[in-house]
């Protein structure tokens, strides 16, 4: 059975990486949400996709002088008090508003969401009962001494959901042959974008799942790696013809912007 993976939570209901868009996600019937884990200048995880700020939060109009807005130049407290809801409600990012799926309630209750933190996070998905996928982003070159794979084994261990609910992705291979190497029991996949691909070797993959960009591969790739026992998920899909015809073809999972339409194309 193909799993519904909400990419960044629930996006297209939800201003993404909050704890609103996991809500969403988990309402909508995903089985996972996936969400982007970043370290802030003081050494903390919190979930964000961009390096910067900027384009999901009110930083540029609360701290006006500290341009372009790294994460890493930030703390946690500065980035606790940025409001990471209203954009999502001014820049309408998936047309949902306009179209009324997205209420005028819910809008209200996005205004003022903050970043969660990395803890946060996993409690949110712990008392739930829900799944979530943590991408590891790269980490910048100004904190590449930083930790990042302790730490966050550290948060999952003390959150208590070490128990399966937890998978790690990530873009940069190394760090999930350090996950493995300090906790092998817990899942990871190897995302592969345009980069990536012409690296791997395919007659012998390393990792056993891997989360592909949906261009680069077609529905007989899916079947050549499910006979070589690899899992296959792919990213970001939001159409249903893409889906549906990746689905027949077994793949394992799909990342989508819009679970709430990608569980209806599967009944």
Known sequence: ????????????????????????????????????????????LILLHDNSLVRTTDVAGRFPDRAPWKTETFTLSEICSLDAGSWFAKTDPFSTISAGVVT?????????????????????????????NLELKRLPRSRKSFPLVEHVLSAID?????????????????????????????????????????????????????????????????????EKGISVNIFTVNEKEEMLRFVKAGTAGVITDFPQNIIQYKK
């Open 158 to 226: 003390d959150s208590g959901t070490g128990d399966g609910r937890v998978v790690i992705s990530s873009f940069d291979h190394s760090l999930l042959r350090e996950v493995s190497a300090l906790n092998p029991s817990l899942e990871v996949q190897a995302l592969i974008g345009h980069s990536e691909i012409r690296h791997l070797d395919w007659d012998t993959p390393e990792f056993k799942t891997y989360n592909v960009l949906h261009t680069l591969i077609d529905e007989r790739w899916v079947r050549a790696m499910a």
């Open 104 to 132: 005028p309630e819910d809008l209200s209750g996005y205004r003022g969401e903050r970043i969660p933190t990395l803890e946060e996070a996993l409690r949110f998905t712990r008392d739930a009962s829900f799944r979530v």
């Open 1 to 44: 059975m193909t799993l519904v993976i909400a990419h960044r939570g629930a996006r297209s209901l939800a201003p993404e990486n909050t704890l609103a868009a996991a809500r969403a996600a988990l309402e909508a019937g995903a089985d996972l949400w996936e969400t982007d884990v970043v370290v802030t200048g003081d050494g903390r």
